[in-house]
């Protein structure tokens, strides 16, 4: 992507990120109000983005990618004292890495809320609903 944004004009790559965006998070499952509203969000979320802040961010993507993973012995500390909402129907992380996530963190409590991966944006209420719920109980 970085040798891509070198010599392919930014305007082009912007119109392709937009797209890959808008497919990776599963959009064209939810319903036309949540569509509209992604639609717009991704349009001002790209509106904002320059060359150099992208560069910036594609170089952070791949640092954090070679960051070495956590392991259960890093997460035992945390125990019990950790949630996990997962949408249901997650196109940005996939099963394999949610059950990865899951493995690492056996003792956290995990619940699934329905929508994709932006459904925290829209759909706010199930994961205030399980947030809230969960911090009650560790009182």
Partial sequence: MLGLMKVVPYSWIKKMLFSASKKQVGMENENPIHRAYMEDFFAWIYGQY???FDLHMTGLI???ANIKPFTRSDYQRFDDKTLLVLPKADKAFSEAAQADLLHSMPKAKAVKVEGDHTATLYKVDAYV???KAFLENLL
């Fill in 50 to 52: 320059t060359k150099e």
């Fill in 129 to 131: 609903q399980e947030t």
């Fill in 62 to 64: 791949i640092d954090v």
